[in-house]
């Protein structure tokens, strides 16, 4: 079982229109909903990888309800959300069809109060026995505190479960130093975090910082890997167009399947960047393009001992 934490759940909105225009009304053509927040994304991933998957975090309100509902009819999505006062956020996508550009509207999340945040934890350290890995991600709703992230890796390695951790600013900074199994940025994640914007520099000083393994998304050129047993570059076959809205956390859910199943580096880089890929031909976030999955999985390039990024 692989336990996935999103702290800031979300109703993820997407709405479909011809032609996107400033100050203009929109006919809208088609309208999703699905449970959303990073981890959620992740989950829905694993579970089409055929893992099962336990999914925490927190939910309340109405829009909460309708999160939980959704997310009982996933297959091989277990939920232990934990229920707090305010209501969960809402995102809205507006895809651009004449395009394909995506327009995202993030609303914030409810305020947790102390009692909340410790019901959490709590819970978190009730579920840690019996999981495979971790994922921590996501931002951190008003309220938790800014070193939450931190908290919980040091948790998860106390109890010997694996971590990645894929959030941003200083919360990945403070959680970088619990020192997670591995960390998942992208390359302006990582330039704040670091300071350098060469991504093999940065990648090899966030280890320094105290990530095991750094794994850096340099968007459509694939993901750049730095870890204990080497470095490697992975690389899509061609870029692919459309919805590029959760790539990143169908990486994740490359990288921690592949963490489960105890693949080789390079094999589980070639999941990642395959899923990824497959993510921005699917319409919605935490689904991917099944048959161009296993295409590109095949093509996918993995080069060892990257001296240059």
């Not at 971790?134 to 938790?144: D, E, F, H, N, R």
């Not at 959760?246 to 070639?270: F, I, K, M, Y």
């Amino acid at each position: 079982m692989i336990l996935t934490v999103t702290l800031n759940t979300a109703l993820d909105i997407t709405y479909r229109v011809q032609s996107l225009r400033p100050h203009a009304s929109h006919r809208v053509s088609e309208v999703t909903e699905r449970p959303g927040g990073k981890g959620l994304n992740v989950a829905r991933v694993l579970a089409a990888l055929g893992h099962e998957v336990t999914v925490t975090g927190f939910a309340g309100g109405a829009t909460g309800r309708v999160l939980q509902e959704r997310l009982t009819a996933t297959p091989g999505v277990v939920d232990a959300l934990i229920p707090v006062a305010g209501a969960t956020r809402r995102t809205i996508a507006v895809v651009d069809e004449q395009t394909g550009d995506t327009t995202q509207l993030n609303e914030p999340g409810p305020a947790i109060d102390p009692a909340e945040w410790a019901a959490f934890q709590e819970a978190y350290e009730d579920l840690l026995p019996s999981m495979s890995a971790v994922a921590l991600c996501g931002s951190l709703p008003p309220g938790v505190p800014v070193g939450a992230y931190a908290g919980l890796v040091r948790t998860a390695r106390a109890a010997g479960v694996p971590v990645l951790l894929d959030t941003s600013g200083e919360p990945l900074r403070r959680g970088v130093a619990a020192r997670p199994d591995i960390i998942k940025p992208n390359t302006d994640e990582l330039a704040e975090l670091t300071g350098s914007h060469e991504p093999l520099r940065a990648t090899q000083d966030a280890r320094r910082r105290g990530a095991r393994t750094v794994v850096a998304s340099l968007g459509p050129e694939g993901l750049l890997a730095s870890s204990p047993e080497g470095r490697w570059r992975a690389t899509p076959p061609a870029r692919v167009h459309g919805n590029p809205t959760g790539a990143g956390d169908s990486a994740v859910a490359g990288l921690l399947s592949g963490l489960v199943e105890q693949l080789p580096w390079p094999d589980r880089l070639t999941r990642a960047v395959a899923l990824s890929a497959a993510t921005v031909l699917a319409p919605m976030a935490g689904e991917f393009d099944g048959s161009a999955y296993e295409e590109l999985r095949k093509r996918v390039a993995v080069t060892a001992d990257v001296t240059a990024a």
